[in-house]
């Protein structure tokens, strides 16, 4: 049957510009914000009349008019941001050409020029973007008090800028007419002497000037409404201090706190103008500037202080000198007093965005400290002081580890510990090999049940490198008391780098708080992403990093969490200037990669295939009329369930057809109805109220399988290790906890949670689910690894996927999404045969299922293209050989990876095309996979190709993937209460009948 026509879109590269984590200037205070690189063009943006201005700008206490500036004082200043500034918008604004998002969930940031027209009569100013053209007027609020000072001829200028809003499912395109409210991130600049009295002109319009996200390079902030900064407070009023701003009655919700920090990253400063070092010798490879600046950042960031009355590298903390000459340190952010020098915090955050050479440059790092300081480091011998903390009187400045019974140290070591995905392992031996001279740098990989196991032999490496599973096992060994060496533990290392270091963004699992024990000198968390979900995940690296009193979960959620749910003004600078002081982050525009071309492929079912889907997609529809339509405002656990596997057959169709069925799902096709299909009385039966360890495993599965993993408490991933990365040593781990009404809780936030039911309970063995409200049998079903993995295998072994042994007849052959998958590589393998001496044009082939891949290498099988595989379930051996087959092979045309395997840490630049076979839950895997491919040493154009099925369920992923963001991010707090807990599940009940309309 002949496939029919393809519709390709060109998908619209619509990203956010100047999203930098990274810090130009090294040092800095609250006051002193910089952006560099400002458009010139921003200072004659202002368009001011030639008119006299129309207010007084003097002011004294008597309101008498006595001018008291000099006119010396001329000297450009900016005063501040103007609170509640809108843009009243006739059409939608359009971003910079170019402009880089931070995902693909957000609109970029939108550059505004303010404009009076001259002559114009009234208040009226016009609002201009990024081509030349007026898009509205600024609210009329801010227009009264503003155009006045615009008018002048007394040097006054504004910059704005409309900030980084979350994408709707109808938004219309930029330049479109569309009317709609905007805020407007406006600052206002002028002559320091015009300050008061521009002050007191806007606060008599009700205007008032908060504390900018960004002042432009070189430019003081001196903002006339906040003359004199508040007072410091001590660290014991601190903690029991009430802040002001919770009288105001207003409550941030998620998504407005998580715009607001994106707006954040927008704003921090760019790193043009760091300087620059030469790497060591042992660095083969000419570094690249980005690269080079990179290098003095990081090794600035390890500096020692000179002496005790200096501050540290870090820049949080401020000497001041009491009124009888007292010397005391105050932190910029929390206001806390230290009588002593605050504790030295010796590394950061290397947050470069995906393909900009992390990996060179945390090797060069490494290996420019090899001669002297690792080395002065091993001669310390390591104390552990009575409190458990790991110390070193010779090292004044080395921070606290956790308040967790710790392993006695057995010596310091010369070495750096590299923690990173099993994944990536392979990608650091080749990078190793590839830019650091031969013999030049001694490494062990510390993974399998053979590794060594002598701290003293360990530590005669300059590099050990191993995994979070290796960590996290070796933690979990310890933790049960089981005898034998824990080397990680019991060596000081000279320096910690963690290569992917969102992975421990949960701070409830094992592998964060095997992390976390771990003693070093030096600490560096490396990952393009450090924020990926909630703001909680940068407080993971703070405690990572020991950057105190930001290292407790308590002070992060007290000083940053707080503030920002309760509206403080000041909490967003406060934020940039902690995150300032410690990161670094450059984008992709600072190398020259080769363009870069997405497309998204509508392909349209069969006849055969669309009979298939649509019976499922009833049967789907059916069970949602039935289950929605009996319950008001929340489902139970259960009903959820049952959803959520009508939505994975419908997704696992659009992928291969039936092919990817199991025998239970097609029994759907026998004849199910939709009163059969479900059975609601059936959840309050009491024989069923009580789950088996296979009903768990199997329901948890499915959770992971529609990314709703997540904990009832917490909101965080709950999930079993890795067992190729975990050596076997997790057998047996607990990884959460399910009730009866199938929710799951992690092991960090199950005895709270337990507690609270049985207080809640008051002896009762059955109550109403206080989520769902479901009436179950208060019980509690352990999620444990190794049942986790028999269930996995043997589902495996059920599934009715055609493996290359089992008979052709149970195969229905290539379905439309594997055609059109054949018809581009055979494209590019006939480009290939004419390139010669040129090498091949190879293909990366991504699937959210290891058994859609087991039908696509049927395919390649049957058309003749060699190709290798990477998942999740090969060892680390079998990985690398994978990798360098694919690399060096030039008759390998083809790798299929498993898209959660192939999202940490690979480098696929030997291919320039790539294909995502299905929508994923969480875009963000997407881009991170696509990205292995466009990155630093891509020498290619490269096209990326996403394949959905026309008039089907993978049409809507987009929309369930924002509605399920916003829902799981309801609590992110782990608040206790039920409101907002009924407020999620109601949320779900809409999203859900939204979904199947």
Known sequence: MPQKRRKIHDDRDLDEENINFGSGALDGQINTYTIDNVQKDDKTAALNGNQPLPISIVHDDSDEGVQIISDSEMREVCYGRIEGAEVMAFKVPTPKPGAISISSGFWPQVRIILRRRLGEKGNIIHAVDSTRLIIGTVDVNTAIGLSPLLDSNHGIRTTSRILTRARKDNDPLPGNDFHARYGLDLNLYGPKKHALGIGKHLSQKNLWLRT???????????????????QPITQRAAVNLQPSYRQQGLVRTTEEIRNDVIGMFDSLHRSENLPEMDPNHRIITKLLKHQRQGLYFMLHKELTSKSDGQINNTSLWKEVHSVNGEKTYVNLITGQEEIEVPKQVFGGILADMMGLGKTLLSLSLIVHTLDDEAEEWAKLTPILSKDGKSTNPSRKGKTALPKLEQTPLVLNAKTTLLVSPLSTIANWEDQIKQHI???????????????LRDPRKLAQYDLVITTYGSVASEFN?????????????????????????????????????????LSSSRRWAVTGTPVQNRLDDLGALMSFLRIKPFDEKGGFAQFIMAPFKMCDPEILPKLRLLVDSITLRRLKDRIDLPPRYDRLVKLDFSDEERIIYDIYAKNASDRIKVIVGQREN?????????????????????????DLLSENDLKVMNGLSKDSAIDLDSDGDEDSSCLTQSQAHEMYNLMKETCSDVC?????????????????????????????????????????????????????????????QQNIKISYVPLRQDIYDEERQARQKSKNVPKPVKSAIEYSGPHTKTRAL??????????????????????????????????????????????????????????????????????????????????????????????????????????????????????????TKRYVMNDSFEEKMLILQDKKKKLASLSMDGEKGRIDKAEAARKRLEDLRSLFK
């Open 437 to 451: 001279k031969k013999g030049s740098l001694s490494y062990y990989i510390y993974h399998g049940s053979n590794r």
């Open 712 to 772: 009832l408490t917490c909101v965080g991933k709950i999930g079993p290790s890795d067992t190729s990365e975990s050596d076997g040593d997790s057998k047996g781990e607990i990884f959460g906890y399910m009730t009866s009404c199938y929710h799951i809780i992690c092991p960090g936030c199950f005895p709270k949670y337990k507690s609270d039911i049985e207080e809640f309970a008051k002896g009762q063995k059955k109550i109403d689910c206080p989520i769902c």
């Open 822 to 943: 054949l018809e581009d590589l055979n494209i590019s393998r006939q480009k290939s045969k004419s390139l010669p001496p040129e090498s091949p044009i190879k293909s990366v082939v991504f699937s959210g299922w290891t058994a859609h891949l087991d039908l696509i290498q049927l395919a390649l099988d049957d058309d003749g293209f060699k190709y290798v595989r990477l998942d999740g379930k090969m060892s680390r051996t079998t990985r690398t050989l994978a990798m360098d087959t694919f690399r060096d092979d030039p008759t390998v045309l083809v790798i299929l990876v498993s898209i959660t395997a192939g999202g940490l840490g690979l480098n696929l630049t030997m291919a320039n095309k790539v294909y995502v076979m299905e929508p994923q839950y969480n875009p963000a895997l997407e881009a991170q996979a696509v990205d292995r491919v466009h990155r630093l040493g891509q020498k290619r154009e490269v096209e």
């Open 477 to 517: 060994h310890r933790s049960k008391k089981k005898a034998g060496s824990h080397p990680l533990e019991e060596i000081n290392w000279f320096r910690i780098v963690l290569d992917e270091a969102h992975m421990i963004r949960e701070q409830s699992t094992q592998q964060f708080k095997a992390i976390n024990r």
């Open 634 to 658: 929340s489902l139970s656990g259960k009903s959820y369930v049952h959803i959520l596997q009508s939505i994975l057959r419908l997704r696992l169709i659009c992928a291969h057809g039936k």
């Open 212 to 230: 900018p996200l960004f002042v432009e390079a070189g430019v003081e902030l001196f903002n006339p409404h906040v003359i004199k900064p508040p």
